[in-house]
DNA sequence: CTGAAAGCGCTTACAG
DNA sequence: CTGAAAGCGCTTACAG
């Protein structure tokens, strides 16, 4: 039998309170009564069941997700995932709210976490923008004792309690590997999409695509990126003037959203077959393209596990548990037609 | 305030002892009391706590995992993985044992599953090995109530639980797609290596390469298949007689393990840029290869994911609880020397 | 600074 | 067929 608070409060020859108190490392205990439950702790091996101790504590978590709103399949994708663990985390004493804010607007952003009151929430996830504004209201919150974590997008200023999302610049590097393989010995262009070179993941992404294409494909050259503010209209409109300057563009990489316009005005152009086009996200447009054959791979960062991670974080800061080592690792996946699943 | 079985059982106007009967589908309860209480649950909205429930039962999870022994390092990262949330399900009221049996055996793998007490474990993880004894002795748990989920291979003779792995023939297209598209306009033979052609896993997979190859890269050939007993000194020794035996190949998929020969012969020929190769499984040796550029694309699973899902899956069948849909599928991973994480 | 007792939301003998 | 009471492993007032 696996020892109890009972055992141990047998074994220090003390009581139940004061063994609960070392436990939880509550003010107003002798040291020489804490010595004597330590020792009976790991004389005993006593490990604290904390389904138990929640019960006792009637403690609910309750988390805030904050995400921004608008037309981006991935995170619309992504509010699909909260609301999926929001139906099934009734059975864990687990409350989830969400929150959505416009997108790119740092102080919008900003007012909605100045109005989480850290009374109520146990902890919040944000997909966060950069900004001032953002970074204090995350601080309030931390100076509360509620943890964060960011959620897709990272604040390097800001010391969260952890960045659940992919590394950006690998992702980048990774779509060029891509790119580059696929084309074999052909050279030309490269049209380069992003939503806007003001967001991080942006940026980053753009940055490890650039390094392995200059490094390793100098057939290869990649044109300025065009900023689409990851409104499909607007990539349609500037990418198809693009492709009509440029008559040697061999391969497309879209860094952004808005991948609706993309993948318009490849099919459009028809000969998809000669040019190779990255994305990333899949979603139910980017799935049909695979399957089209009008893009040829997606990076991907899977929303479900992103924020199944995010609440298992949280949960452990709250519990004070210790995570397991490697499930929180947000891979950078790439999907062909063949491995979608 | 969430409603509790106390709520219910006042609702309904009967005792705890009645509700519990109902909730837990126990026999000797009138259908007019059933229905009192089933009025009042869905009337209240009463949702249990399955942790509190737990703690009442004084419920532990005992689960047996059994997978092949043996110098596989996809199997011992296996093992490490199980060994992982061993130690960390101690807060889980969760014991976990593991069994170690020889590779490609299906009798030694039937006669440990029939030595596993039905009494003493609440559920079975295995890779399996297709046996008809296999079967059997899985069957034998499934009557005594013990379910049991397949890991990484499936026995699609017997009706388990769930398969935890992946699509073996969607991961050879996915294999094929990638060195096509890896060897663009180039024309030869490619070397096909399996463990043995008795394994459903390496067929399968075997079935999906040949099928993209022969639709969509008509001036590639597939080779024979090397059966290397997912031993890398076998492997070695065959690949470089096929090798030397054919002066065209310009691309190498293993399907199976052993890929320490496969590497072996690889760096020493030199002329690793000029084949494509795509093998199976990320390891500490095909990280280094693909580091090295010796081999270009690994075709992954996660074992960590599968062993913390047939987990869930197990524990879902005992408590009768619900799954998250989404977290319980395993993907097909493709990793590149740019995506290691 | 310490302890006895009640309670968290369930389940389990036991009595009727 | 039904219910009162005790108990699972913790925590929380409250009294001293």
Same mark, same amino acid.
């Given at each position: 039998?696996?020892?109890?608070?009972?055992?141990?409060?047998?074994?220090? *020859?003390?009581?139940?309170?004061?063994v609960?108190?070392?436990?939880?490392?509550?003010? *107003?205990?002798r040291?020489?009564?804490?010595?004597?439950?330590?020792?009976?702790?790991?004389?005993?091996?006593?490990?604290?069941?904390?389904?138990?101790?929640n019960?006792?504590?009637?403690?609910?978590?309750?988390?805030?997700?904050?995400?921004?709103e608008?037309?981006?399949?991935?995170?619309?994708?992504l509010?699909?995932?909260?609301?999926?663990?929001?139906? @099934?985390?009734?059975?864990?004493?687990?409350?989830?709210?969400?929150?959505?804010?416009?997108?790119?607007?740092?102080?919008?952003?900003a007012?909605?976490l100045?109005?989480?009151?850290?009374?109520?929430?146990?902890?919040?996830?944000?997909?966060?923008?950069?900004?001032?504004?953002?970074?204090d209201? !995350?601080?309030?919150?931390?100076?509360?004792n509620?943890?964060?974590?960011?959620?897709?997008?990272?604040?390097?200023?800001?010391?969260?309690?952890?960045?659940?999302?992919?590394?950006?610049?690998?992702?980048?590097?990774?779509a060029?590997? $891509?790119m580059?393989?696929? !084309?074999?010995?052909?050279s030309?262009?490269?049209a !380069?999409?992003?939503?806007?070179m !003001?967001?991080?993941?942006?940026?980053?992404?753009?940055?490890?695509f650039?390094?392995?294409i200059r490094?390793?494909?100098?057939?290869?050259?990649?044109?300025?990126?065009?900023?689409g503010?990851d409104d499909?209209?607007?990539?349609?409109?500037?990418?198809?003037?693009?492709?009509?300057? @440029?008559?040697?563009?061999?391969?497309?990489?879209?860094?952004?959203a808005?991948?609706?316009?993309?993948?318009e005005?490849?099919?459009?152009?028809?000969?998809?077959?000669?040019?190779?086009v990255v994305? @990333?996200e899949?979603?139910? @447009?980017?799935r049909?393209? $695979?399957?089209?054959?009008?893009?040829?791979a997606?990076?991907?960062?899977?929303?479900?596990?992103?924020?199944?991670?995010?609440?298992?974080?949280?949960?452990?800061?709250?519990?004070?548990?210790?995570? $397991?080592?490697?499930q929180?690792?947000?891979?950078?996946?790439?999907?062909?037609n063949?491995?979608?699943?």
């Amino acid at each position: 039998m696996r020892p109890t608070v009972q055992d141990v409060a047998r074994q220090a *020859g003390v009581s139940l309170a004061s063994v609960d108190r070392v436990l939880n490392q509550r003010p *107003g205990v002798r040291e020489k009564t804490i010595a004597k439950v330590e020792a009976a702790i790991s004389k005993l091996g006593y490990i604290r069941d904390v389904s138990a101790a929640n019960l006792a504590k009637r403690q609910i978590y309750r988390f805030a997700f904050v995400i921004p709103e608008g037309a981006n399949s991935f995170m619309r994708g992504l509010e699909a995932e909260i609301e999926a663990v929001k139906q @099934h985390s009734a059975n864990d004493r687990t409350e989830i709210s969400i929150y959505k804010v416009p997108p790119f607007d740092g102080r919008a952003l900003a007012a909605t976490l100045d109005g989480l009151d850290p009374a109520r929430y146990s902890g919040v996830a944000v997909v966060a923008t950069e900004a001032v504004a953002v970074r204090d209201a !995350l601080a309030r919150l931390r100076r509360n004792n509620v943890p964060v974590v960011t959620l897709v997008s990272d604040v390097p200023s800001f010391q969260c309690d952890a960045y659940v999302g992919i590394d950006n610049v690998a992702a980048g590097r990774t779509a060029a590997r $891509l790119m580059g393989n696929f !084309l074999g010995e052909k050279s030309g262009k490269i049209a !380069l999409v992003a939503g806007s070179m !003001l967001v991080r993941d942006h940026v980053e992404r753009r940055m490890g695509f650039e390094q392995v294409i200059r490094s390793d494909y100098t057939r290869l050259e990649c044109l300025p990126v065009i900023e689409g503010k990851d409104d499909g209209q607007l990539v349609q409109k500037y990418l198809s003037e693009c492709l009509r300057m @440029h008559s040697d563009v061999v391969g497309v990489y879209n860094m952004g959203a808005g991948n609706r316009g993309l993948i318009e005005v490849l099919s459009k152009n028809g000969a998809s077959k000669e040019r190779v086009v990255v994305a @990333h996200e899949l979603t139910e @447009h980017t799935r049909r393209a $695979l399957n089209a054959g009008i893009v040829d791979a997606i990076i991907h960062q899977d929303a479900g596990h992103e924020v199944r991670s995010a609440l298992r974080i949280l949960k452990a800061r709250i519990d004070k548990t210790p995570l $397991l080592a490697g499930q929180e690792t947000i891979r950078i996946e790439i999907y062909l037609n063949e491995n979608l699943s």
